[in-house]
């Protein structure tokens, strides 16, 4: 596969069908995931993936993010009691890390200390799936709709070419995606986060592949996002 060639999430909709993961685990993603309003560009998703104190931090696509001012950034949570109308609205957000070549970024937010909010785990390092294909689960905003969980079935690891020399990781797999999921967490079958929705390219959808993700966030001091004593806060 050439990647230089790989496009932003822009496709057709597709109907979500059913996932074995369990229903519990659909709706603790769903309830982490949210909509992302890209000042006046258009929306995106992002997941909540960690909290210290008022300090949210939420993993994105870095293209969605609309360049390095990330302040525009509205992040709009749903609850599931109402997935039409947000519950709340977060913004102003800063960059904790932005990974332009491997296409994604993880933003931190201020957030009312007494205020809950789901935390999707992510998967360590060494524990992702090296037997394909394998079923995962995508949640994003479909056309900037509130979030939805769709099956995914994932191809496997490729190495893409992005520009002229630079180099990243990548999951590929088996559908394209639509116009809004850029940013969405793509989970593996216990639930946790192996990657983020990045492209389309020649029909099948890209995912930032888990060790980016992991390889960054250990650099930059944020491997407590995976370890076990950084516990979910719900």
């Excluded at 060494?126 to 979030?147: H, I, N, R, W």
């Excluded at 496997?156 to 630079?166: I, M």
């Excluded at 990781?169 to 639509?178: G, I, P």
Aim: charge should be positive; charged fraction near 25%.
């Amino acid at each position: 596969m050439n990647a230089s060639v790989l496009l932003m999430a822009f496709a057709f909709a597709q109907a979500a069908p059913e996932s074995t993961l369990a229903m519990e685990r659909q709706t603790h993603a769903l309830a982490a995931t949210v909509r992302m309003r890209i000042a006046d560009r258009g929306v995106g998703t992002a997941v909540v993936v960690g909290r210290k104190d008022s300090a949210l931090y939420l993993l994105t696509a870095d293209h969605a993010t609309d360049g390095p001012d990330t302040t525009e950034l509205k992040f709009e949570f749903f609850s599931d009691g109402n997935r039409t109308k947000p519950a709340f609205v977060l913004q102003k957000a800063k960059a904790a890390i932005r990974r332009p070549i491997a296409d994604f970024a993880l933003l931190e937010v201020s957030i009312d200390r007494d205020r809950t909010v789901s935390i999707l785990k992510l998967a360590p390092p060494g524990t992702a799936s090296k037997k394909y294909p394998f079923e995962g689960l995508s949640v994003g905003c479909s056309d900037g709709a509130a979030p939805t969980c769709e099956k995914e079935s994932v191809l496997g690891k490729r190495l893409a070419l992005r520009g002229e020399s630079e180099m990243a990781f990548f999951w590929q797999a088996e559908k394209s995606q639509v116009r809004g999921r850029s940013g969405g967490p793509l989970l593996d079958e216990a639930g946790r986060l192996i990657g983020i929705c990045a492209a389309t390219a020649l029909g099948k959808g890209y995912y930032v592949h888990s060790s980016e993700i992991q390889a960054a966030l250990k650099t930059e001091g944020y491997d407590w996002l995976w370890k076990p004593e950084s516990k979910p806060q719900k």
